[in-house]
């Protein structure tokens, strides 16, 4: 089953809502599959900064965040809605690399990251800044709603919205950041089972393994913390992370997934 063509450019940010209009379907797709889709240049410069600059198990959880969202793609995220603007399969792809691999750009204990003066501010500004100064910088045929797209993305990850539209850049971050934290079980037992193959996601997990994750999130959120209360994560994800910090795997290495 090959990928839509295009895909809804704004869906609403209620996640019920979203939900209603998506129409996911928990199809197996290999990670050989996702990782076929093409990138550019500018795609692997990100990856080299977000290498160099985001914590490793942090880095290695922006790579399953960016293959999530091309498993949503896939299977179900809310395509050719009437009257809604869309947006290509090339085109969402080539802001989606960006904004996952670069999304936790402002998580860092690098050395010259932590001398940019957005650093005062929460972490999703400052990686924000640092990511719309690297995207002029790498690519220059970006156009000002490109690259405002993806920064927003980064920017408003972990706030929640009850109304309004996010576009297709920011509800798979937001939704795909969730999984990667949460795994199915994020709203109660099962409640997210339909979102990804459990196949699909085993894969996804043994190539880009979580690590330390756990760890590095502690000390991330205790360190945002001390240096900045007033923090957007302050409003309201807090009381995820330790769930998140205890999550060893969302499938089972040893699990024989069908």
């Not at 869309?86 to 932590?114: F, P, S």
């Not at 408003?156 to 971050?173: E, N």
Request: aromatic share 10%; proline share 7%; glycine share 6%.
């Amino acid at each position: 089953m090959p990928f839509p063509k295009t895909f809804d450019a704004y869906v609403p940010s209620d996640g019920k809502e979203f939900f209603k209009l998506a129409k996911f379907v928990p199809n197996y797709v290999p990670l050989a599959e996702l990782q076929a889709v093409a990138l550019d240049d500018a795609h692997h410069a990100s990856f080299a900064l977000a290498e160099k600059i985001t914590p490793p198990a942090t880095f290695a959880h922006c790579s399953r965040v960016y293959f999530f969202g091309l498993a949503m793609l896939y299977n179900g995220f809310p395509s050719e809605s009437p009257g809604v603007p869309q947006i290509t399969l090339e085109e969402l792809v080539r802001r989606w690399y960006h904004c996952a691999m670069l999304h936790d750009l402002g998580l860092t204990k690098n050395e010259e990251a932590l001398r940019h003066p957005a650093n005062a501010m929460s972490f999703e500004l400052h990686g924000g800044f640092m990511a719309y100064e690297h995207l002029h910088s790498v690519d220059p045929t970006l156009n000002p709603v490109q690259v405002g797209d993806i920064v927003q993305g980064i920017i408003v990850h972990t706030s929640t919205f009850h109304s309004g539209k996010s576009s297709a850049v920011a509800m798979l971050l937001k939704m795909c950041t969730g999984f990667d934290g949460l795994g199915y079980d994020a709203f109660g037992p099962g409640s997210l089972s339909f979102l990804q193959n459990r196949k699909t996601v085993q894969e996804i997990e043994q190539a880009f393994p979580r690590g330390a994750f756990g760890e590095e999130a502690l000390d991330i959120v205790a360190t945002e913390m001390a240096r900045k209360p007033d923090c957007l994560m302050s409003h309201g994800m807090l009381e995820f992370i330790p769930r998140i910090a205890a999550l060893k795997f969302i499938v089972p290495p040893d699990e024989v997934c069908e």
